[in-house]
């Protein structure tokens, strides 16, 4: 898990001024907002006795443990101990840790990290989220898995054929080639477009989007966003119909993952359509879970020698190396800092020269 990032932790519509607790990053948050309708994100643990605050309630804009009362403003200073006599003053270390947070794309996003403001990596782009046309719906799913092998899933297209050979896949599940494609690299991310020529008529609901004779080919952009990102746009065959799949994979600890998501649409924009196209985003990735749950070991190997790469795996590479080179900046939390130090010794030179030229 890497630190210094801001993460998308909960969408907006769920925080409210009654406390929610958020878990994230082996750590529990609590959210909620003040009377100007602004998140406040505080450590979900009070100093008396370790309470959890997100069981208490907001009063004025201050939060109070239900345990013994204490009560907390929104800096995270204790402003009242009830049993205590008057004139008994309160203790300088009674104060909770208090996070960056802003809201965007329909998140609240919280930093945690040790950056100064100007030096932290920004939010990822997704301006279609406030563009006229657009239609968004929105849905979340829980993974026994490492969010770094969900996240690779997300951006890899040639498992497509094969996980997805009776639903979007159909249409390309005898012809699983990938074309060499290009990775775009920048600082904190990097994408790629893969076309899909549709070789067989594809079944169900895909049909009427995917089986134009003669047109051009499905084409998908696939993007990560370090650390915990995936943004799918697929280009449809008729018109100008696009989707967007934008997803914040959420580490909650080493072995679980809850992938909250948002689907853009610029078709079907009336809100009878909604129901069905959450439902088909989510039968994809409940298509993808199980073989996730399945990889072993969890955890994406930080030696990149350890697993074998071709070159439909190159966005997966990128992935490897943006994240690497954060463990190596330190931003890496405990358990991969180590794991950094194991296979440092390992990397052979002829592997970086492979993995050098599949990205440049
Ligand atoms: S545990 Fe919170 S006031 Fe005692
Ligand atoms: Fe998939």
Known sequence: MLKNFWYACEFSSAVTSKPKRVSLL????????????EVVALKDQCPHRGAALSNGWVEKDCIRCPYH?????????????PANQPGVPIPKKARIDTYPVQEKYGFVW?????LAEQKRPPLPSLTE???????????ELQWNAHYTRVLENVIDFSHVAFIHANSFGSGIADQPQIENYDVCLEE????????????????GFWKHFLNKQGSRPLSVTLSFYMPNISRLEFDFPIGHFKMILFSSHLPID????????????????????????RKRALKTMLEDKPIVESQS?????????????????????????LHKQCLEMGWGMEHHVSQLHDSNNHISEHFQILTNSLIS
């Open 69 to 81: 009362g204490w009560k907390f403003q929104t800096d995270g200073t204790c402003i009242q101990i």
């Open 188 to 203: 904190w991310s990097a994408s790629a477009t893969v076309t899909a020529n549709q070789s067989k008529k594809t079944k």
């Open 26 to 37: 082996n750590q529990d948050f609590v959210l909620y907002r003040n009377s100007n309708k």
């Open 254 to 277: 080493d072995k679980t993952t809850v992938s909250k998501w948002i689907v853009l649409r610029n078709f079907l924009t009336a809100p009878w359509a909604d129901g069905d196209a």
């Open 297 to 321: 070991p969890q955890v994406i190997p930080d030696d990149l020698t350890a697993e074998l790469h071709v070159p439909s795996d190159a966005l997966s590479i990128a992935y490897r190396k």
């Open 129 to 139: 989220f406030d563009a006229p046309g657009w239609r968004v719906v929105s849905g």
């Open 110 to 114: 919280l930093f945690w990290g040790d």
